[in-house]
Protein backbone atom coordinates (compact mmCIF):
# COMPACT_ATOMS: atom_id res chain seq x y z
CA UNK A 1 0.00 0.00 0.00
CA UNK A 2 1.13 3.72 -1.22
CA UNK A 3 0.37 5.77 2.63
CA UNK A 4 2.97 8.21 1.43
CA UNK A 5 -0.76 10.22 -0.77
CA UNK A 6 -3.05 7.95 0.56
CA UNK A 7 -5.05 10.12 2.83
CA UNK A 8 -5.36 12.98 0.29
CA UNK A 9 -6.71 10.91 -2.07
CA UNK A 10 -8.85 9.56 -0.12
CA UNK A 11 -10.27 12.62 1.31
CA UNK A 12 -10.78 14.05 -2.43
CA UNK A 13 -12.79 11.12 -3.64
CA UNK A 14 -15.37 11.44 -0.13
CA UNK A 15 -15.72 15.26 -0.91
CA UNK A 16 -15.87 14.48 -4.92
CA UNK A 17 -18.47 11.37 -3.88
CA UNK A 18 -20.57 13.39 -1.18
CA UNK A 19 -20.70 16.09 -3.58
CA UNK A 20 -24.06 14.44 -4.06
CA UNK A 21 -25.59 16.14 -1.55
CA UNK A 22 -25.56 19.50 -3.15
CA UNK A 23 -27.40 18.23 -6.20
CA UNK A 24 -29.45 15.99 -4.39
CA UNK A 25 -30.75 18.88 -2.29
CA UNK A 26 -31.10 21.17 -5.48
CA UNK A 27 -33.26 18.83 -7.40
CA UNK A 28 -35.33 18.56 -3.75
CA UNK A 29 -35.68 22.37 -4.32
CA UNK A 30 -35.97 22.40 -7.47
CA UNK A 31 -39.33 19.83 -7.52
CA UNK A 32 -40.73 18.86 -4.01
CA UNK A 33 -39.76 22.50 -2.57
CA UNK A 34 -41.23 24.86 -4.65
CA UNK A 35 -37.59 26.78 -5.29
CA UNK A 36 -37.17 27.06 -1.77
CA UNK A 37 -35.79 24.76 1.14
CA UNK A 38 -35.17 25.86 4.53
CA UNK A 39 -31.60 25.20 6.41
CA UNK A 40 -33.11 21.65 8.60
CA UNK A 41 -34.50 20.01 5.16
CA UNK A 42 -31.38 20.90 3.14
CA UNK A 43 -29.34 19.49 6.47
CA UNK A 44 -31.59 16.62 7.01
CA UNK A 45 -30.69 15.41 3.31
CA UNK A 46 -26.99 16.27 3.34
CA UNK A 47 -27.56 13.83 7.12
CA UNK A 48 -29.36 11.32 5.09
CA UNK A 49 -26.56 10.98 2.50
CA UNK A 50 -23.68 10.86 4.57
CA UNK A 51 -25.49 8.51 6.31
CA UNK A 52 -26.28 5.95 3.61
CA UNK A 53 -22.79 6.48 1.89
CA UNK A 54 -20.86 5.64 4.97
CA UNK A 55 -22.54 2.35 5.39
CA UNK A 56 -21.39 1.79 2.08
CA UNK A 57 -18.13 3.25 2.49
CA UNK A 58 -18.04 1.02 5.96
CA UNK A 59 -18.98 -1.95 3.98
CA UNK A 60 -17.01 -1.60 1.30
CA UNK A 61 -13.55 -0.98 3.15
CA UNK A 62 -14.57 -4.50 5.40
CA UNK A 63 -14.86 -6.43 2.01
CA UNK A 64 -11.38 -5.12 0.50
CA UNK A 65 -10.13 -5.12 4.16
CA UNK A 66 -10.71 -8.90 4.19
CA UNK A 67 -9.95 -9.57 0.44
CA UNK A 68 -7.01 -7.90 -0.08
CA UNK A 69 -5.57 -5.32 2.86
CA UNK A 70 -5.69 -7.65 6.11
CA UNK A 71 -2.33 -6.51 6.52
CA UNK A 72 -3.17 -3.31 6.57
CA UNK A 73 -2.49 -2.39 10.21
CA UNK A 74 1.43 -3.90 10.34
CA UNK A 75 2.02 -1.81 6.78
CA UNK A 76 0.51 1.03 8.38
CA UNK A 77 2.68 0.90 11.28
CA UNK A 78 5.58 0.16 9.23
CA UNK A 79 5.22 3.43 7.62
CA UNK A 80 5.02 5.52 10.89
CA UNK A 81 8.23 3.73 11.96
CA UNK A 82 10.05 4.76 8.58
CA UNK A 83 8.71 8.35 8.68
CA UNK A 84 9.77 8.52 12.43
CA UNK A 85 13.23 7.43 11.37
CA UNK A 86 13.25 10.10 8.49
CA UNK A 87 12.37 12.80 10.97
CA UNK A 88 15.66 12.05 12.59
CA UNK A 89 13.75 10.48 15.84
CA UNK A 90 15.99 7.69 17.61
CA UNK A 91 14.80 4.30 18.23
CA UNK A 92 13.56 4.70 21.56
CA UNK A 93 11.70 7.84 20.81
CA UNK A 94 9.84 5.22 17.87
CA UNK A 95 8.74 3.01 19.78
CA UNK A 96 7.57 5.29 23.06
CA UNK A 97 5.71 7.15 19.83
CA UNK A 98 4.55 3.55 17.89
CA UNK A 99 3.93 1.30 20.90
CA UNK A 100 -0.09 2.88 21.51
CA UNK A 101 -0.35 2.97 17.33
CA UNK A 102 0.70 -0.94 17.79
CA UNK A 103 -2.24 -1.81 19.89
CA UNK A 104 -4.19 0.50 18.45
CA UNK A 105 -3.90 -1.16 14.91
CA UNK A 106 -4.27 -4.70 16.88
CA UNK A 107 -7.36 -3.57 18.18
CA UNK A 108 -8.63 -2.80 14.72
CA UNK A 109 -7.46 -6.09 13.17
CA UNK A 110 -8.92 -8.11 15.82
CA UNK A 111 -12.09 -6.20 16.69
CA UNK A 112 -14.59 -5.67 13.57
CA UNK A 113 -16.81 -3.71 15.61
CA UNK A 114 -13.60 -0.96 16.54
CA UNK A 115 -12.70 -1.04 12.55
CA UNK A 116 -16.03 -0.42 11.02
CA UNK A 117 -16.46 2.33 13.74
CA UNK A 118 -12.75 3.98 12.89
CA UNK A 119 -14.47 3.78 9.45
CA UNK A 120 -17.19 5.21 9.97
CA UNK A 121 -15.23 7.96 12.09
CA UNK A 122 -13.05 8.53 8.58
CA UNK A 123 -16.06 9.51 6.16
CA UNK A 124 -18.93 10.58 8.41
CA UNK A 125 -17.61 14.03 9.52
CA UNK A 126 -16.67 14.84 5.65
CA UNK A 127 -20.25 14.04 5.14
CA UNK A 128 -21.38 16.39 8.13
CA UNK A 129 -19.45 19.44 7.28
CA UNK A 130 -20.36 19.33 3.77
CA UNK A 131 -23.80 18.47 4.52
CA UNK A 132 -23.69 21.78 6.44
CA UNK A 133 -22.28 23.77 4.00
CA UNK A 134 -24.77 22.94 1.97
CA UNK A 135 -27.35 23.43 4.12
CA UNK A 136 -26.33 27.27 4.89
CA UNK A 137 -26.10 27.54 1.02
CA UNK A 138 -29.78 26.28 0.27
CA UNK A 139 -31.03 27.39 3.34
CA UNK A 140 -29.53 30.51 4.21
CA UNK A 141 -28.02 32.28 1.28
CA UNK A 142 -30.13 31.04 -1.45
CA UNK A 143 -33.21 31.41 0.97
CA UNK A 144 -32.39 35.03 1.21
CA UNK A 145 -31.45 35.83 -2.11
CA UNK A 146 -35.04 34.32 -3.09
CA UNK A 147 -37.00 36.49 -0.50
CA UNK A 148 -35.18 39.59 -1.58
CA UNK A 149 -36.27 38.69 -4.87
CA UNK A 150 -39.41 38.18 -4.42
Given at each position: M???????????????????????????R??????????????????Y?????????????????????????????????????????T????????????????????????????T???????????????????????????????
Amino acid sequence: MNFEDGHLWGYLSMIIALSSIFFAVWQYRRTEGGGAVNFKKSFLIGLYITLIASGIYMVGWEIYYNLYASDFPAQYVEFQRSQLEEQGKTAEEIENILAPQRENMALYADNVLFRLAMTFLEIFPVGLLISLVVAVIFGVVLRRKSVAAS
